[in-house]
């Protein structure tokens, strides 16, 4: 149905985020800024607590560290689900899974309703609320990169390797060794490996990542009786819906002109019998 | 047309001021952008105008697509009074929350888009495929009123006649969207609060809509009956509650039925019992127990004022449902409010008031409450009715009410741009400003960093690789500890460390300004701190600035002032650095030499910053 299900899932290209190594440098942020050529923006933390905004494809979000008293650092950006939920509510179809992996965006179709905003769970597509006619914006992962080879500015700008770009199925073999070689480290969970149907940018990490990425253990999709997210993407589940309303269209129209129909036969027998009876009635006086 | 109450004329002057407070935001909403005009975020993307004008006010406006049905093809030809008015009333709710949506998706040219460019795959495709349509074909049934009175009969009889696709169409149609209406919400699991996610939502949606949307209909004949004076059929408003609650009542075993299947009773009472429980207990009792109960007493069915409050109560009771699910649900996954501000109110409003300003000019010019006699036909077989004169289209256009209106304009556009713009201008807008291209603390090897702490486009070379040697040699630490010492990693509350950590000299006072030297100028030190003021470690505003006295031997100070520098220095650092360097650095002919009143070591002994460091060291 969706683009993605047709094209190899493997050959996708993606990012690993391994969050033990992150020292926070924000250099993500700055060569993500310039190869966008994007504004300051020195309130995005202020905007909402991420630090993602109109300006901001990525940013560095600081949760509580694993020894207490210490501070973890965790990179936000567009998650490129494989079956994402903004594809599937933009009426117009500017948002697509393209076969190289990214979630894209088209400009000239947007009409800017923000449906993409509301129904991305992660709450990562942003607006240009600035502007008489504003744009949807969020992480594009570099098509340069995607077609030509080579690394997002992001990643290419890391010192310390700890955000990596690759096809998914590599990343997620190496985030699953280096959590096979480093057990006491790291939590045994690749995020983003199967929730809400598997995004392109995965995470590992040594603290649990659910409050900032927004992406709930299994055990709080249990919480929310929600168990089928924990596997399947959002579209999936509520796709049956879609096929409904054409299903309605036809039911409720041959429904409606049936019942129609039928109340006028009625009346127009009633009228017969009624003509009839007069008939008779006349016919018997004449009789008379 | 008997002659406007007291009442009804203050109502329409009130709907007058803000349906043109509300065009004067809406313009000011495509100058100065969504973010000035609406308390929208990123995290709540969806505000008063989505919510309230589109959701709920198309399930307010329901009745058009049920009465036409009971009246169409059910054929009850007892409910035929109320016919044109629900289908004036879903018409103008429909064209109302069309206009209010144009403020609000970013831009409203493309709006065709969607007709053309397709994506059936999403559900808000289908309300807009569904609402627009629908809203057409609600104008076509609405023709024949306006028609009518114009010598057009032909026109009239034709559309009369050929009625029934267009009513099977809208009907269908209006099933349609308001089911799509209610996945909407589907899409967001995660973040919609449990109470009011589920995945029944299409028919929970559609089927509240025609229960509060029969209300609405009782509801809104009960107060025109109050303003034009005229007796509602109570056996005829009793039924359409009858067929209310009956919606009700189905909508209720839905809801109770998903937090039943669901195991979900612990979100109302139980353990998670928080605020969002009660704004659902409030909910539902509005929205279904209070109208369900008078509706099923016969006695209190059959009384105006009963009617009165169960059907207000519906109608409030709908409005907080799909408040709650579009917009309150969302609070708590967002960590953030929403509340909307003035200007949006004024837009919302504005619309709602336009539409009824529309309304009750139809009321009052042509046949809304009753239909044209259809016994009595003149020759061509055509109803009787009488024309418009020229006298009346006169009136419309010339009469008082246009004076009065412009009066109101008059009055209204000023106040509202004036309390408009100053929301828009008293958040700050950012200026849009790339990024220029040099770069900034990205050198590869990190021998240098460009440091701009103050964000003024003005860099400090930070010697990296240098800072790192000095540590190696003086301090004996290992290349990683190297970093430890400025980049504190994983300490608490750490953002970057300050220069001023190590280099606690930076702000104390160098032998420039020497204060012994400015006090033996005076005759004790009470008249040199008088003559300050204060002491000195008090605070900018109290400090004399340096030219009140030096005015011939420090000139050029009126040019400085005039480059927009408080002369007035907040410190020691400040006064040095602003008043004297700005201007030595361009001076002097070679800043590099280290007897050049330019350069830093002129001032900062490199004698002295090393005792520092060490005495720093030791400590």
Same mark, same amino acid.
């Given at each position: 149905m969706s683009s993605t299900q047709n094209s190899d899932t493997t050959k996708m290209k993606g990012i690993l985020t391994d969050v033990t190594k992150c020292i926070g440098c924000q250099r993500c942020v700055e060569g993500c800024v310039r190869k966008n050529k994007l504004p300051r923006d020195f309130f995005a933390y202020f905007k909402a607590k991420d630090g993602l905004s109109g300006n901001r494809f990525t940013s560095i979000v600081k949760t509580e560290g694993k020894k207490p008293g210490s501070i973890s650092m965790v990179r936000r950006q567009c998650m490129h689900c494989l079956d994402p939920s903004c594809q599937a509510a933009c009426l117009v179809g500017a948002l697509t899974k393209r076969p190289d992996g990214a979630v894209e965006y088209d400009e000239s179709k947007c009409i800017g309703c923000r449906y993409c905003m509301l129904s991305c769970p992660f709450s990562i597509p942003r607006y240009d609320y600035d502007q008489p006619l504003p744009l949807i914006r969020k992480c594009k992962m570099n098509e340069e990169c995607r077609v030509k080879g080579g690394l997002p500015a992001c990643v290419s700008s890391c010192p310390t390797g700890a955000t990596v770009f690759g096809t998914r199925e590599d990343l997620i073999k190496e985030a699953k060794r280096r959590i096979k070689e480093n057990p006491d480290l790291y939590i045994d969970h690749v995020y983003g490996e199967y929730e809400f149907g598997g995004t392109s940018v995965i995470y590992i990490s040594d603290i649990p990542l659910g409050d900032v990425l927004k992406m709930p253990s299994k055990e709080e999709f249990d919480k929310l009786r929600l168990p089928q997210l924990a596997k399947e993407s959002i579209p999936s589940m509520v796709n049956t819906w879609v096929w409904v309303t054409p299903f309605q269209f036809l039911t409720v129209s041959a429904g409606l002109t049936g019942v129609w129909f039928v109340k006028k036969r009625k009346e127009r027998l009633e009228e017969k019998n009624k003509k009839k009876e007069a008939m008779n009635k006349g016919k018997e006086g004449e009789n008379e | 047309m008997n002659k406007d109450g007291l009442a009804l004329k203050v109502l329409k002057d009130l709907m007058w001021a803000l349906c043109i407070s509300g065009l004067v935001v809406g313009f000011g909403r495509f100058v100065y952008g969504l973010g000035a005009a609406t308390q929208m975020?990123?995290?709540?993307?969806? &505000?008063?105008?989505?919510?309230?004008?589109?959701?709920?006010?198309?399930? !307010?406006?329901?009745?058009? %697509?049920?009465?036409?049905?009971?009246?169409?093809? *059910?054929?009850?030809?007892?409910?035929?009074?109320?016919?044109?008015?629900? /289908?004036?009333? &879903?018409?103008?709710?429909?064209? @109302?929350?069309? =206009?209010?949506? *144009?403020?609000?998706?970013?831009?409203?040219?493309?709006?065709?888009?969607?007709?053309?460019?397709?994506?059936?795959?999403?559900?808000?495709?289908?309300?807009?495929?569904?609402?627009?349509?629908?809203? &057409?074909?609600?104008?076509?049934?609405?023709?024949?009123?306006?028609?009518?009175?114009?010598?057009?009969?032909?026109?009239?009889?034709?559309?009369?006649?050929?009625?029934?696709?267009?009513?099977?169409?809208?009907?269908? !149609? @209006?099933?349609?969207?308001?089911?799509?209406?209610?996945?909407?919400?589907?899409?967001?699991?995660?973040? !919609?609060?449990? #109470?009011?996610?589920?995945?029944?939502?299409?028919?929970?949606?559609?089927?509240?809509?025609?229960?509060?949307?029969?209300?609405?209909?009782?509801?809104?004949?009960?107060?025109?009956?109050?303003?034009?004076?005229?007796?509602?059929?109570? =056996?005829?408003?009793?039924? $359409?509650?009858?067929?209310?609650?009956?919606?009700?009542?189905?909508?209720?075993?839905?809801?109770?039925?998903?937090?039943?299947?669901?195991?979900?009773?612990?979100?109302?009472?139980?353990?998670?019992? =928080?605020?969002?429980?009660?704004?659902? #207990? /409030?909910?539902?009792?509005?929205? /279904?127990?209070?109208?369900?109960?008078?509706? $099923?007493?016969?006695?209190?069915?059959?009384?105006? &004022?009963?009617?009165?409050?169960?059907? @207000?109560?519906?109608?409030?009771?709908?409005?907080?449902?799909?408040?709650?699910?579009?917009?309150?649900?969302?609070?708590?996954? @967002?960590?953030?409010?929403?509340?909307?501000?003035?200007?949006?109110?004024?837009?919302?409003?504005?619309? $709602?008031?336009?539409?009824?300003?529309?309304?009750?000019? $139809?009321?009052?010019? %042509?046949?809304?409450?009753?239909?044209?006699?259809?016994?009595?036909?003149?020759?061509?077989?055509?109803?009787?009715?009488?024309?418009?004169?020229?006298?009346?289209?006169?009136?419309? %256009?010339?009469?008082?009410?246009?004076?009065?209106?412009?009066?109101?304009?008059?009055?209204?556009?000023?106040?509202?741009?004036?309390?408009?713009?100053?929301?828009?201008?008293g958040s700050y807008r950012p200026v849009q400003q790339a990024v220029s291209n040099t770069i900034i603390g990205a050198d590869v090897t990190r021998s240098n960093l460009r440091l701009d702490g103050n964000l003024n486009n003005d860099y400090v070379m930070f010697g990296h690789k240098k800072h790192q040697e000095i540590f190696v040699k003086d301090y004996q630490l290992t290349e990683e500890e190297t970093c430890q010492k400025c980049h504190h990693l994983s300490l608490p509350k750490d953002n970057s460390s300050n220069c001023r950590l190590c280099h606690s000299d930076m702000g104390l006072d160098t032998p420039m300004f020497n204060p012994e030297r400015h006090q033996s100028r005076f005759e004790s030190e009470a008249e040199f701190n008088k003559f300050l003021e204060i002491d000195l470690s008090n605070g900018k505003e109290n400090y004399q600035a340096c030219q009140e006295c030096h005015k011939d031997n420090m000139q050029g100070l009126e040019k400085y002032a005039e480059k927009g520098f408080n002369h007035q220095a907040p410190g020691f650092e400040h006064a040095m650095h602003g008043n004297c360097l700005t201007c030595h650095r361009l001076i002097e002919e070679d800043p590099t030499k280290i007897d050049s009143k330019g350069n830093c070591l002129f001032c900062h002994k490199p004698e002295q910053s090393i005792l520092l460091r060490d005495k720093l060291a030791a400590q």
């Open positions: - | 975020t990123d995290l709540m993307p969806w &505000g008063l105008w989505k919510i309230f004008n589109m959701v709920t006010g198309a399930a !307010l406006a329901t009745s058009g %697509f049920v009465v036409a049905a009971v009246i169409y093809i *059910l054929q009850w030809d007892k409910y035929k009074p109320v016919a044109r008015f629900s /289908v004036l009333i &879903g018409f103008l709710g429909y064209g @109302s929350s069309l =206009t209010a949506l *144009l403020f609000d998706i970013g831009l409203p040219h493309r709006g065709w888009h969607p007709f053309f460019m397709w994506n059936p795959h999403s559900f808000l495709f289908e309300v807009f495929w569904c609402v627009s349509v629908y809203w &057409g074909v609600t104008a076509l049934e609405l023709l024949p009123i306006v028609t009518e009175r114009f010598p057009f009969p032909k026109v009239t009889h034709f559309i009369h006649e050929k009625m029934l696709p267009f009513v099977v169409l809208g009907i269908t !149609l @209006s099933t349609m969207h308001h089911s799509s209406l209610g996945s909407l919400f589907m899409t967001s699991p995660t973040r !919609l609060h449990p #109470l009011w996610f589920n995945l029944i939502m299409p028919p929970q949606f559609f089927i509240s809509a025609m229960g509060s949307g029969l209300a609405t209909i009782i509801l809104l004949m009960i107060v025109f009956s109050k303003f034009y004076k005229f007796k509602p059929d109570v =056996t005829i408003l009793s039924g $359409l509650a009858k067929g209310s609650a009956a919606f009700l009542i189905l909508y209720f075993i839905l809801r109770v039925g998903d937090l039943t299947y669901n195991n979900k009773w612990n979100y109302v009472f139980g353990p998670d019992f =928080t605020w969002e429980s009660q704004l659902f #207990l /409030v909910e539902i009792s509005l929205q /279904v127990i209070l109208p369900v109960i008078i509706f $099923l007493i016969p006695a209190a069915r059959n009384k105006i &004022g009963m009617l009165f409050l169960a059907t @207000s109560s519906a109608f409030i009771g709908l409005i907080l449902h799909r408040i709650n699910t579009g917009i309150i649900g969302y609070f708590r996954s @967002s960590e953030s409010i929403y509340i909307p501000n003035l200007s949006e109110f004024f837009i919302c409003g504005g619309v $709602l008031a336009g539409a009824g300003l529309i309304f009750l000019f $139809l009321v009052e010019r %042509f046949n809304v409450f009753t239909e044209p006699d259809h016994e009595n036909l003149d020759k061509h077989g055509h109803p009787i009715v009488e024309y418009w004169s020229k006298k009346e289209a006169k009136s419309v %256009f010339l009469g008082t009410q246009t004076f009065k209106v412009i009066l109101i304009a008059i009055i209204v556009i000023p106040v509202t741009w004036s309390s408009f713009s100053d929301q828009a201008t």
